[in-house]
């Protein structure tokens, strides 16, 4: 698995290819995450083998994961496959083994017996731990702020306790949290566990701005463009 850090700036990883500029989990979304600069792209791989968050969110004809990883095997890009349905890791590992992926790729999962499963048959796969578990896509929603950041601030405070025992019970060497939830203390606690953490989805430049000074391994963004952006006058002296 690459490492996460580009130089001295997070990776990027193109959320669901590059869902803001082109419709989520589909060929045209992963091709425009790697024009838009992705280092990484990520997409959702459920029931089937196919792409997508949930059945009801498939594209018209779905993709399957075999096609999708053909494309990328062509490009330079890291590879984040993240599990929709428990059960389909050994379908999932056998697939990327395939296609020769498996230095390039990592698994990501909110179930930590997908997880542990993934360890035993592919103990050289990157994985990773997304928590919480966004299942009904409340991330998407706008929350008034002032109902939010209360919530956001104990929850923020709560993470990094729980860090040890979600990289423990999972055995993942990554952790992917909500951006919400990111402070420096949990990035902190997280990398003396030896392991990597992303934040998603940040699709504001302050989001991006806030993560990156928290000290993030990787910056999740359906706007894979604004977050390279955002980055790089970050590093100008």
């Given at each position: 698995m690459r490492s996460f850090r580009r130089g001295t700036r997070p990776l990027v990883v193109g959320h669901r290819g590059a869902a803001a500029i082109a419709p989520e989990n589909t060929l045209e979304s992963l091709a425009a995450g790697i024009d838009a600069g992705a280092d990484v792209v990520e997409f959702d791989v459920g029931t089937g083998l196919l792409l997508g968050h949930s059945p009801r969110e498939r594209a018209e004809r779905p993709l399957a994961l075999s096609e999708a990883l053909a494309f990328l095997r062509e490009r330079d890009a890291g590879i984040h496959v993240d599990l929709k349905r428990v059960g389909i890791e050994e379908a999932v590992v056998a697939e990327i083994r395939r296609?020769?992926?498996?230095e390039r790729a990592y698994v990501s999962s909110t179930s930590a017996r997908s997880l542990r499963r993934l360890a035993a048959l592919a103990p050289r796969l990157g994985r990773a731990v997304g928590y919480p578990n966004d299942r009904y896509g409340a991330s998407r929603l706008r929350w008034p702020r002032p109902l939010t950041a209360g919530a956001a601030?104990?929850?923020?405070?709560?993470?990094?306790?729980r860090v040890p025992a979600l990289l423990a019970l999972?055995?993942?060497?990554?952790?992917?949290?909500?951006?919400?939830?990111?402070?420096?203390?949990?990035?902190?606690?997280?990398?003396?566990?030896?392991?990597?953490?992303?934040?998603?989805?940040?699709?504001?430049?302050?989001?991006?701005?806030?993560?990156?000074a928290a000290g993030v391994d990787g910056i999740v963004s359906d706007d894979p463009r604004m977050a390279l952006a955002v980055l790089a006058t970050l590093e100008r002296p």
């Open positions: 296609h020769g992926l498996e601030a104990s929850a923020r405070a709560i993470v990094p306790v999972s055995r993942a060497n990554v952790l992917a949290l909500h951006h919400t939830l990111i402070s420096p203390r949990v990035v902190r606690v997280t990398h003396e566990r030896g392991a990597s953490i992303l934040g998603w989805t940040a699709n504001d430049p302050a989001v991006v701005e806030r993560l990156a």
